[in-house]
């Protein structure tokens, strides 16, 4: 069965610091795809980027990047320049192979301090 | 990116009453929309997967007849919770699948039942 693990309940990061969200995955199947969702206050999901099993390259989206280590199964996402807008909680997902399904991690709470 | 609407945003209600929500594809056509539901300061749990033209197809542990799943056109899933009771309450939002991998989601329901 797939899983998602996001370590990190909470985070604090300084206005301008790069942060690094944690999250490990767990499936056996080779084809997969990763995502990371923005969740605010007012309770919209929004799509941060995705990282498919078989790229190649780290994806990079503006100011965020995922750090993917296909052997430890982990897809971090790194915001670099954070800004007090980045205060929210971040989900990470993972498309159950074979499927639409996304299953989601249990999420970080991120806040940007002034 | 892709737009999807969700209405009502937030909706009191009576123990026993039904509540309609509604999932709208505004710029694409959505062949399966997906309903989940968010417990406070927890994470999505995809309760069912809607397709265009014919039955929802549920997970497991999710009452069929409290929660009627309607798909009727290729931009419009509603979703009814019948009999409504205050342990229904919850943060309940859908997504749509477009085109390549990632969802687009609503802006979420806050549903209230007291």
């Known amino acids: 069965a797939q899983k998602i693990t996001q370590t990190q309940p909470g985070m604090f990061v300084q206005e301008k610091e790069a942060v690094t969200l944690d999250c490990t995955y767990d499936?056996?199947?080779?084809?997969?795809?990763l995502f990371w969702y923005k969740q605010p206050s007012s309770g919209e999901m929004i799509f941060l980027i995705y990282?498919?099993?078989?790229?190649?390259q780290n994806a990079t989206e503006g100011r965020y990047s995922l750090n993917f280590q296909k052997a430890r199964k982990s897809a971090n996402l790194v915001i670099s320049a954070s800004q007090l807008g980045d205060s929210a909680m971040y989900f990470c997902a993972m498309r159950v192979p074979g499927t639409y399904k996304y299953i989601f991690g249990t999420g970080t709470r991120l806040k940007v301090l002034a | 990116g892709a737009v999807v609407s969700q209405h009502p945003s937030r909706v009191i209600c009576k123990s026993g009453t039904s509540v309609k929500i509604e999932c709208r594809s505004l710029d694409f056509q959505a062949t399966t929309m997906f309903w989940y539901r968010q417990f406070p300061k927890k994470s999505l749990m995809l309760m069912a997967t809607?397709?265009?033209?014919?039955?929802?197809?549920?997970e497991q542990g999710v009452e069929k007849d409290k929660f009627l799943i309607n798909h009727a056109s290729l931009t419009l899933s509603t979703l009814t919770v019948t009999s409504a009771h205050p342990e229904d309450s919850s943060f309940y939002i859908c997504?749509?699948?477009?085109?390549?991998?990632?969802?687009?989601f609503g802006s979420g329901t806050q549903l209230s039942v007291l």
């Open positions: 499936t056996s199947d080779p084809s997969y795809g």
């Open positions: 990282q498919g099993s078989y790229d190649q």
């Open positions: 809607s397709n265009e033209g014919s039955k929802a197809t549920y």
């Open positions: 997504s749509a699948r477009v085109q390549g991998a990632e969802l687009f």
